[in-house]
Structure formats: C-alpha cells, structure tokens
C-alpha cells in the first residue's frame, strides 16, 4: 500500500487509514487482531484511535482501543511499522476533556501507557475548546514534540479559521503546526443546516486551506456505516434529498463501468480528488475490510471523476456544520 508522508513532517502513513472506534469493545480481542493482522497484511500502517474509543459502549470507559492496539502491537513486536494516531478532547470518565496544556500532558501520558509506546506518531486534537487560549494549547503540544513524546500534531472537528490561527500562532513562535486535518467527509454533500452534533465536515474552503499550505487531509464517516450499500441502512437524513439521488445516480453508473461496489468508488474518488484525501477505512468483518482495501486497485478515469465531481446541484457548497 503506497506510503504519504504527513503535512510537511516525517512521518510515513499509508494512504488508507484504519478506523478502530470498535476495536476492544464491540468488537473483541480476538477479532480486533484478525482485523489488524489483516490491514497490515495488506500493507497498512496508518491506524486511527483516540482516548475516549469507546466510552458510549455499555461496559467500556474509554481506553478500550488504545489498550488493544497497544497488545496487539506488543504481541506482533510491529510497533516500528506503524503510524499511530490517537486525540484528546472530548470528555469521558475520569477526563474532563478540552485542550488545557495541563490535559494535555496528562492524557497523552494515559494513552503512551495504553498503547504500550514511548511515542504517538500523530497527535490530534479532537475538538475545539475555546476557554483554553491558542496559545496554550499549541505550546503544550510543542512541548511533547520537543520532548519526543508525540512526533507530529493533527487538528479533528475544528474550523478552518480556528487551524489558520493556531498554526499562524505556532510559526510565529517556531513551534509545531497542524500537519493534518481530519473531518468527517464523504461522497454525499449535506443538506444545508444539516446537525452533526460536534462534528465539523471538510468543506471548499478547508480543501483550498490545506491545498495551499501543503496540510494532509484524512476523512472520517466515509461510508456512512453502510449507507451506500446496504438495503436496511438508508441514507441518513442529513443528506437525503434531490442532491443525494442524483449524486447516487452517478455513483452507480461509475460502479457498473468499473465493476467496483459503491464504497470501492467513494474511496477511489476520495483518494484522486484535489487535493487527495485520505479515507479512514473499517470493518467489522474480514470480508468488509478487505472489499475497502481493494479500491485501491482500482483507478478513475478523468471522465469518470468529472461526472462524479458534477453530479447533482452545481450551486451546492460544503459549509460548516456543527
């Protein structure tokens, strides 16, 4: 699986991310291994987990996957293989979440400990928090580079504004800049006025942002938990609508000239687009992250990206949900 590199750091993550909210918890030990021995079988190395994963699930508290992948790491002696990506942020027990610099030190110190690991490769905050200044915020996570702790940051869930600032803030002082930015994202626009709760979507406007400044793009909910293949999971009603129908349209028709599924188009489409982004993939079976894996066998042709891109209401812009 072909290699990236982060923003303008060192760190190496392949194109195809590995979502892991699930893993340790819906999904159990053995069949979390099965599935990460599979991702990495297939030449994965970029795998996405957070402190809090997973924490609504009824017997977890948060930690649940951090402290599996840190076990399987451990057993499988790969730990020198992997790009690991974990978050703070958001609050669950024993956290009270935010990006104070003092929740910062402690939380990436709980999940070095869960992960078995004396570095976390990339570092995200996961959420805004506007009562702890910029300032704060950025040296704190400066400050765990500089002391080997984390090897680069990543901003989830904020807005474009709110990134060129804390970047603008850490050139100035010469410290760690976001080197990559992960929203939710997927082929369907939302709906104008559409609720994601605290999730903010890539948009125009964050695209051109990190075109221009040369920051990774990763995309969580690409799937839409099914949406686009399975007939008891309709489309959620946040995109639903005339632009959803004739976007579908042009999904399938690219599906059937290519002989992909649905979701194997979505991630090729992600993956060629301008900039690229970088889908975070997953699985709760073998056979569903193996069909995810093999988009990338597959390539669009430029017709096919266009009509992709076209489909639906040309007046359509992304904006920013909250």
Not at 288 to 310: G, H, Y
Request: charge should be negative; aromatic fraction near 8%; proline fraction near 4%.
């Amino acid at each position: 699986m072909r290699k990236v590199r982060l923003g303008d750091t060192d760190v190496e993550a392949s194109v195809l991310c590995l979502g892991t909210d699930s893993i340790g918890s819906r999904i159990d030990q053995a069949a979390s291994f099965e599935l990460l021995d599979l991702y990495t079988e297939k030449g994965g190395s970029f795998i996405d987990t957070a402190n809090f994963y997973s924490s609504w699930f009824p017997g977890c508290k948060g930690g649940e996957s951090e402290t599996t992948i840190g076990r399987w790491m451990k057993q499988r002696g790969n730990r020198s293989e992997m790009a690991i990506a974990s978050k703070l942020g958001f609050d669950y027990p024993r956290c009270d979440g935010g990006l104070s610099a003092a929740e910062i030190q402690r939380e990436c110190e709980k999940s070095l400990k869960r992960l078995q690991s004396d570095v976390i490769d990339l570092y995200y905050a996961h959420r805004d928090d506007y009562d702890s200044p910029l300032e704060e915020t950025m040296e704190a996570f400066d400050r765990l580079v500089k002391a080997g702790k984390i090897r680069a940051i990543g901003a989830s869930n904020l807005k474009v504004w709110r990134i060129a600032e804390a970047n603008t803030i850490s050139q100035v002082n010469g410290w760690a800049q976001y080197c990559a930015v992960s929203q939710r994202y997927t082929y369907l626009r939302p709906r104008h006025g559409a609720d994601f709760g605290p999730q903010i979507c890539i948009n125009d406007d964050l695209r051109d942002y990190c075109r221009s400044h040369g920051v990774t793009l990763v995309a969580y909910s690409v799937l839409l938990q099914g949406a686009y293949t399975r007939g008891d999971r309709p489309v959620p009603a946040q995109f639903a609508g005339p632009d959803a129908d004739a976007r579908l349209a042009a999904l399938e028709a690219v599906a059937d000239e290519t002989g992909a599924t649905f979701n194997q188009v979505v991630i090729a489409w992600m993956l060629q687009s301008d900039p690229p982004v970088l889908p975070i993939i997953a699985g709760s079976r073998p056979e569903q992250l193996t069909e995810n894996i093999a988009a990338l066998d597959m390539t669009l042709t430029d017709d096919q990206i266009d009509r992709l891109d076209t489909a639906g209401n040309p007046d359509i812009k992304q904006v920013w949900l909250r």
